[in-house]
């Protein structure tokens, strides 16, 4: 496809456990960030890769959260031990280049449910 | 640090009205914003963007207003449709994009019959 793809789409998980959600960006785009979206609230970013760079983590928020991502493409993000307040939508976005002013393209979500 | 906030949560227009929807930012090195339009239970859909040396890009029914003086943005659509109701956010970037995108809360656009 043409657009950034996000699998699973829906996740429903109890609490404790951990989850992967995986991104696959815009074939050829550099650039790859991950943002989280509560309910009825703006986007929160997350984590960003520049190619296989190794991203800041700063954002992330909790050491429960981890992300890699292999050969310059597909990215994870990892949730380990799940709570409740991480249920949320996981979006992913890529852009062409990094270094800014370009233009970021969101893929549809990965709707989480922490019971 | 950044953040970004939106003067209304929702917005009710007429169909075939114009609509306006503003955006306040608090970081004067924000140097690129874009509009996104997001419809329930899809990703955020890019609209328009424009770059801190411009104050003005049009776009097909949208325009996108930038004052740099009191750091704000905003989103016109002319003539709305049905299919413009949606729930709108603006963005800001900083940094080279290594800091992501800074969301507003959104405004919900809801189009009147």
């Known amino acids: 496809g043409a657009g950034v793809s996000q699998s699973p789409s829906n996740k429903v998980t109890e609490k404790g456990k951990d989850v992967e959600l995986r991104c696959d960006p815009i074939s050829g785009h550099t650039a790859l960030y991950w943002y989280r979206q509560s309910l009825g609230q703006g986007l929160e970013f997350l984590i960003y890769?520049?190619?296989?760079?190794?991203?800041?983590k700063s954002g992330l928020p909790s050491d429960r959260f981890s992300a890699e991502r292999t050969g310059g493409s597909v990215s994870t993000l990892t949730i380990q031990r799940t709570q409740q307040e991480d249920s949320a939508v996981y979006l992913c976005?890529?852009?062409?280049?990094?270094?800014?002013?370009?233009?970021?393209?969101f893929g549809p979500g990965t709707r989480l449910t922490v019971l | 640090g950044e953040s970004v906030g939106l003067h209304l949560p929702t917005l009710s227009v007429q169909e075939g009205d114009n609509s306006i929807i503003n955006c306040a930012y608090s970081?004067?090195?924000?140097?690129?914003f874009i509009w996104y339009k997001q419809e329930s239970g899809k990703g955020p859909q890019f609209i328009i963007d424009i770059r801190s040396n411009m104050d003005k890009r049009q776009g097909q029914r949208v325009t996108v207003l930038l004052n740099k003086t009191v750091k704000h943005l905003s989103l016109q659509i002319a003539a709305t449709q049905p299919g413009d109701s949606a729930v709108y956010f603006c963005a800001a970037e900083g940094n080279g994009g290594a800091d992501g995108l800074t969301f507003g809360k959104g405004t919900h656009l809801i189009i009147q019959p």
């Open positions: 976005a890529s852009s062409r280049t990094s270094g800014g002013g370009d233009t970021q393209y």
């Open positions: 970081n004067s090195a924000s140097d690129y």
């Open positions: 890769f520049q190619g296989n760079s190794a991203p800041d």
